[in-house]
């Protein structure tokens, strides 16, 4: 019931995961990052171990392949999972035969897509000439793609939530954005990203350093 994009940025060393689904707060369980090690979105029936313990071992060294299988392997649920991952150097992509039509992933260079209970198949083709194609700020492809795969058609149930977090060396006020409950999540994401970039403009490097700080206090 959801669609979504694990990437990484070459330039910066950004990971990043967004995502909109029909189903409330998909912020809450299924994006995944870590800056230096790299970034998780585990959905359909979601395990959020796929996450956490994905992030620990490649941490630890795994490859993101190695890292999700092993973890696939143990998961009596799995056949229900889907799940992509990216780390520095591979990615990965996994699509249970118990998830719900339309469904699948697509692997491409420093990225992957997926969806289950998809409008249409093609919803994965429009992100992904989205992203191949987009070019600037990474958190801004991300959100392409997420546009891009809306008008495509989405989730064929609706629209709900959506949210994009990225692990940066130098976070920023839109590296951790979520719309939780809307009728139209995906813009109401973007709004808030532009937003977040007006604020930076305004206040420059040092404020906006200190406007990160005060967020992450109101966060904890």
């Known amino acids: ?14 990971f990043g995961v967004a995502s909109s689904t029909a189903a409330p707060c998909v912020g809450a369980m299924l994006p995944y990052a870590e800056e230096g090690v790299g970034a998780v979105a ?5 395990n959020v171990n796929l ?14 392949k190695s890292a ?55 919803v994965l083709d429009a992100m992904v000439d989205s992203f191949k194609k987009s070019k600037g700020e990474f958190t801004a492809r991300l959100l392409s793609a997420l546009e891009a795969g809306q008008a495509a058609g989405g989730d064929s149930r609706g629209r709900i939530s959506s949210v994009v977090l990225v692990a940066s ?24 990203y532009d937003k977040c970039i007006k604020l930076e403009e305004q206040f420059g490097d040092d404020d906006g350093e200190e406007l990160r700080i005060r967020s992450m206090r109101v966060q904890r």
């Open 68 to 122: 999700i299988n092993a973890l696939l392997d143990e998961d009596s649920g799995r056949v229900r999972r889907q799940v992509i991952a990216i780390d520095a150097k591979s990615i990965f992509g996994y699509t249970g035969v118990g998830c719900t039509e339309a469904k699948g992933h697509i692997i491409g260079e420093d990225f992957a897509v997926a969806g289950n209970i998809l409008a249409d198949k093609r």
């Open 42 to 46: 585990t959905q359909a029936w979601v």
């Open 169 to 192: 060396s130098t976070p920023r006020l839109y590296h951790n954005i979520r719309v939780d409950f809307s009728n139209d999540p995906i813009k109401e994401l973007k709004g808030i």
């Open 1 to 14: 019931m959801t669609f979504s994009i694990v990437a990484r940025c070459r330039k910066t060393g950004e």
């Open 51 to 64: 996450g956490y313990q994905g992030l620990a071992l490649m941490r630890q060294g795994l490859s993101v």
